[in-house]
């Protein structure tokens, strides 16, 4: 058993997977796979089978479709179980270097632990581009832009090469799992940071194979995808309201300027994006998940 786990969570990207999977095998620093499967439909589990069979991989099925948020509470959770003293959080379509991994366990030598969690940097596909939608925050609103120093202090970061320590988990507890998909890993690293120094270790690279590098945006969404906009705008809602009356304000302000996006560049389905934004606004002023903690139990009992 190594000392770090990398927690893959995947959903219908098996050919992604395994080349993720290929590139954490490289690492010229040892560590455990730990994938979370939700629920595939694409002959996941069967693409993996040598692996399982091998001890190359430690596979779990969650059953069904968790979304990005519950399949890392999941990996989470499980990985501290089973008692690893760091868990790397990857997507299935993140490609890191061979010594990321390296750099990240470098980067907690240098500190003496001192850390609430590090963060790789983020390119896009094969280009020396940074990835728009894995930048790190050095403030909640305001993002990294030193890639030259050893050490970035940040304070929001994705989860594409999040590197933290399992007593950390313990103490501040579980990524959100009604999050379903966005901002579950924003709110998770301004958790830690709150509590914690936190840092981007720009020698650690992943590549995130993702099909273009645009902002997200509602605007140019189509209506078959309104329901992930409601996850967004709710979680965010719940996100910032924690900064007190200026995160409140900013998430305010946020709201209204992407009202005014809709409203100038939409194409088609103006007013369903508009109340999309607005209720799921409102229902994030109502939104209270619980906040999970790791309930002991013996590694036997979380194999």
Same mark, same amino acid.
Do not use: C
């Given at each position: 058993m190594n000392k770090t786990a990398a927690v893959v969570v995947t959903y219908n990207r098996k050919e992604l997977l395994m080349s993720c999977i290929g590139c954490l095998l490289r690492q010229t620093v040892p560590c455990d796979i730990l994938v979370i499967d939700n629920a595939s439909t694409?002959?996941? #589990?069967e693409a993996l089978a040598d692996l399982i069979k091998g001890g190359k991989i430690i596979y779990r099925n969650t059953g069904k479709n968790l979304?990005?948020?519950g399949g890392f509470s999941e990996?989470?959770?499980?990985?501290?179980?089973?008692?690893?003293?760091?868990?790397?959080?990857?997507?299935?379509?993140?490609?890191?270097?061979e010594d990321a991994l390296e750099k990240l366990l470098h980067a907690d030598e240098k500190l003496h632990?001192?850390?609430?969690?590090?963060?790789?940097?983020?390119?896009?596909?094969e280009s020396e581009e940074l990835c728009r939608m894995n930048i790190q925050r050095t403030s909640w609103h305001e993002k990294v832009s030193d890639y030259s120093s050893m050490l970035v202090p940040i304070v929001m970061a994705t989860f594409v090469s999040f590197f933290v320590k399992a007593e950390v988990v313990r103490k501040v507890g579980?990524?959100?799992?009604?999050?379903?998909i966005w901002a579950d890993d924003l709110e998770y690293s301004r958790r830690i940071s709150l509590q914690y120094s936190c840092y981007m270790v720009p020698e650690?690279?992943?590549?995130?194979?993702?099909?273009?590098?645009?902002?997200?945006?509602?605007?140019s969404e189509t209506e078959d995808r309104m329901w992930r906009y409601r996850c967004l705008y709710r979680n965010e809602c719940f996100l910032y309201r924690r900064e007190g009356l200026?995160?409140?304000l900013y998430m305010f302000l946020r709201v209204l300027l992407h009202s005014e996006r809709i409203l100038l560049h939409a194409k088609e389905g103006k007013k369903? #994006?508009? #109340?999309?934004?607005?209720?799921s606004y409102l229902e994030g002023g109502r939104f209270r998940p619980e906040i999970k903690y790791i309930e002991e139990k013996t590694e036997c009992e979380a194999k």
């Open positions: 694409d002959g996941t #589990k979304g990005g948020a990996g989470v959770r499980t990985g501290t179980l089973l008692g690893y003293e760091y868990l790397w959080l990857l997507d299935d379509d993140a490609m890191m270097h632990g001192n850390y609430g969690f590090l963060s790789g940097a983020v390119y896009f596909r579980l990524p959100i799992s009604e999050f379903f650690s690279r992943v590549r995130h194979m993702m099909t273009k590098n645009d902002r997200v945006g509602i605007e200026k995160g409140r369903n #994006k508009l #109340k999309t934004v607005w209720q």
